[in-house]
Protein backbone atom coordinates (compact mmCIF):
# COMPACT_ATOMS: atom_id res chain seq x y z
CA UNK A 1 0.00 0.00 0.00
CA UNK A 2 1.58 3.13 -1.19
CA UNK A 3 1.36 6.63 1.07
CA UNK A 4 -0.76 7.94 -1.25
CA UNK A 5 -3.36 5.36 -0.60
CA UNK A 6 -3.10 4.90 2.77
CA UNK A 7 -3.58 8.78 3.55
CA UNK A 8 -6.87 8.52 0.87
CA UNK A 9 -8.26 5.61 2.98
CA UNK A 10 -7.69 7.73 6.31
CA UNK A 11 -9.37 10.34 4.66
CA UNK A 12 -12.41 8.33 3.36
CA UNK A 13 -12.96 7.00 6.71
CA UNK A 14 -12.88 10.16 8.50
CA UNK A 15 -15.14 11.69 6.42
CA UNK A 16 -17.38 8.46 7.04
CA UNK A 17 -17.12 8.82 10.99
CA UNK A 18 -17.72 12.78 10.71
CA UNK A 19 -21.06 12.12 8.53
CA UNK A 20 -22.16 9.53 10.88
CA UNK A 21 -20.93 11.67 13.80
CA UNK A 22 -23.43 15.10 12.32
CA UNK A 23 -26.08 13.31 10.73
CA UNK A 24 -26.69 9.95 12.20
CA UNK A 25 -25.78 10.27 16.05
CA UNK A 26 -23.01 8.21 15.97
CA UNK A 27 -25.41 5.17 15.48
CA UNK A 28 -23.82 3.52 12.49
CA UNK A 29 -20.40 3.13 14.16
CA UNK A 30 -21.99 2.14 17.37
CA UNK A 31 -23.86 -0.70 15.35
CA UNK A 32 -20.21 -1.73 13.93
CA UNK A 33 -18.20 -1.44 17.20
CA UNK A 34 -21.15 -3.80 18.63
CA UNK A 35 -20.96 -6.27 15.74
CA UNK A 36 -17.06 -6.28 15.58
CA UNK A 37 -17.01 -7.13 19.84
CA UNK A 38 -19.34 -10.22 18.86
CA UNK A 39 -17.21 -11.09 16.02
CA UNK A 40 -13.85 -10.94 18.36
CA UNK A 41 -15.57 -12.88 21.07
CA UNK A 42 -16.93 -15.78 18.40
CA UNK A 43 -13.67 -16.31 17.11
CA UNK A 44 -12.10 -16.18 20.84
CA UNK A 45 -14.39 -18.97 21.00
CA UNK A 46 -12.87 -21.19 18.24
CA UNK A 47 -9.24 -20.44 19.25
Known amino acids: ???A???GLGVII????GIDA???DWS???FLAR???DMI?????WR
Open 5 to 7: TSV
Open 41 to 45: EWMAF
Open 28 to 30: GTL
Open 14 to 17: LIGL
Open 35 to 37: KLT
Open 22 to 24: TQF
Open 1 to 3: MTN
